[in-house]
């Protein structure tokens, strides 16, 4: 078995392996002396797990993933070629960033009732012998080195380049992001070839971090179809592409009321979630109806809005 010196916080059996509780393959885990400079939460779709990379640019996925709700430590932050911003949750264990929502350091660690294992806060050493050639080993959880001052200095170090790093990114977002005036009517022929692209990729497949054109996830689907229907350069992720354009509808400023067709354009952008954090989009094709890439079990798919699951963000791009 492959040991990997993970960063999570809490039990190893928030981990799922192909749908398998991960305490059954990853007992244990090699030591990882580190600093936090962070903490996260996975927010993916509810009850999926986050794929696990080997690297932040063309990694490959490791077989497990990270579940949805679960807090982790993260060790670096990186970039990749695209612009999108990837943490570093063990040795070579990367994970997208925009999967995940910031939480305070003193967040308590999430933890499994069926698992018996202990969630340790500090790495207890073993003497490694020749004889046995037993590596040292503890239980999956989190691991943390009693403050000095020189370790102080070093996690102060990695928060200001990770606060670089993540202020360089939004910064070339922005640029590329940075929203036009739009005009009272849209353009048909955008709308249009829109349309029929969209419809065009119903029945594609779903993959999570693929770019097009044989499969899709929600927010590359959204880049595609905007890219070769109207030329516009939308950005990659959905934490960027709710920033760009006019908001013609938000739940909170709409008093819970669910959007109405009546309010909506064809080439609408529909976004599920918060603002910050929002996990879900779609692109609106008229008559009440939105084509997405939904999940890896339903692929591409032309869906009616009901009030059970309506929009709660609509941004207009067009």
Same mark, same amino acid.
């Given at each position: 078995?492959?040991?990997?010196?993970?960063?999570?916080?809490?039990?190893?059996?928030?981990?799922?392996?192909?749908?398998?509780?991960?305490?059954?393959?990853?007992?244990?885990?090699?030591? =990882?002396?580190?600093?936090?400079? &962070?903490? @996260?939460?996975? !927010?993916?779709?509810?009850?999926?797990?986050?794929?696990?990379?080997?690297?932040? !640019?063309?990694?490959?996925?490791?077989?497990?993933?990270?579940?949805? #709700?679960?807090?982790?430590?993260?060790?670096?932050?990186?970039?990749?070629?695209?612009?999108?911003?990837?943490?570093?949750? #063990?040795?070579?264990?990367?994970?997208?960033?925009?999967?995940?929502?910031?939480?305070?350091?003193?967040?308590?660690?999430?933890? *499994?009732?069926?698992? &018996?294992?202990?969630?340790?806060?500090?790495?207890?050493?073993?003497?490694?012998?020749?004889?046995?050639?037993?590596?040292?080993?503890?239980?999956?959880?989190?691991?943390?080195?009693? +403050?000095?001052?020189?370790?102080?200095?070093?996690?102060?170090?990695?928060?200001?380049?990770?606060?670089?790093?993540?202020?360089?990114?939004?910064?070339?977002? +922005?640029?590329? +992001?940075?929203?036009?005036? @739009?005009?009272?009517? /849209?353009?048909?022929?955008?709308?249009?070839?829109?349309?029929?692209?969209?419809?065009? /990729?119903? #029945?594609?497949?779903?993959?999570?971090?693929?770019?097009?054109?044989?499969?899709?996830?929600? +927010?590359?689907?959204?880049? %595609?179809?905007?890219?070769?229907? =109207?030329?516009? *350069?939308?950005?990659?992720?959905? $934490?960027?592409?709710?920033?760009?354009?006019?908001?013609? %509808?938000?739940?909170?400023? =709409?008093?819970?009321?669910?959007?109405?067709? *009546?309010?909506? /354009?064809?080439?609408?952008?529909?976004?599920?979630?918060?603002?910050?954090?929002? $996990?879900?989009?779609?692109?609106?094709?008229? !008559?009440?109806?939105?084509?997405?890439?939904?999940?890896?079990? /339903?692929?591409?798919?032309?869906?009616?809005?009901?009030? $059970?699951?309506?929009?709660?963000?609509?941004?207009?791009?067009?």
């Amino acid at each position: 078995m492959t040991k990997h010196k993970l960063f999570k916080l809490g039990a190893a059996a928030a981990l799922t392996v192909t749908g398998v509780s991960a305490i059954t393959s990853l007992k244990t885990a090699r030591a =990882a002396n580190f600093t936090a400079i &962070k903490r @996260v939460k996975i !927010n993916y779709l509810p009850g999926k797990g986050l794929n696990i990379w080997t690297n932040y !640019n063309k990694g490959k996925f490791m077989g497990y993933r990270a579940k949805d #709700g679960t807090i982790w430590n993260v060790a670096e932050t990186a970039v990749d070629k695209k612009g999108n911003l990837w943490y570093k949750v #063990g040795t070579r264990e990367w994970i997208e960033a925009r999967y995940t929502v910031d939480v305070g350091m003193d967040t308590p660690a999430s933890t *499994n009732a069926k698992t &018996k294992d202990k969630v340790t806060n500090v790495a207890t050493k073993k003497k490694s012998t020749a004889k046995n050639g037993v590596n040292n080993v503890i239980s999956l959880g989190t691991v943390t080195k009693k +403050s000095t001052k020189k370790s102080e200095a070093t996690k102060a170090a990695k928060v200001k380049k990770a606060k670089q790093i993540v202020d360089a990114a939004v910064k070339k977002t +922005s640029k590329k +992001s940075t929203t036009k005036k @739009v005009a009272s009517t /849209q353009a048909p022929s955008k709308a249009g070839a829109i349309v029929a692209l969209a419809k065009q /990729q119903v #029945g594609k497949p779903y993959a999570w971090g693929a770019n097009g054109p044989d499969s899709f996830d929600c +927010s590359s689907l959204v880049q %595609y179809v905007f890219k070769n229907a =109207a030329g516009m *350069n939308l950005p990659r992720t959905t $934490y960027d592409q709710v920033k760009v354009g006019q908001t013609v %509808y938000q739940k909170s400023q =709409a008093n819970g009321q669910p959007v109405s067709a *009546n309010n909506l /354009q064809v080439g609408d952008l529909l976004f599920w979630g918060s603002e910050s954090s929002p $996990y879900h989009v779609a692109i609106y094709i008229g !008559n009440n109806q939105y084509v997405n890439a939904a999940t890896p079990e /339903q692929g591409t798919i032309l869906q009616t809005m009901t009030s $059970y699951f309506a929009p709660t963000i609509v941004k207009r791009v067009l």
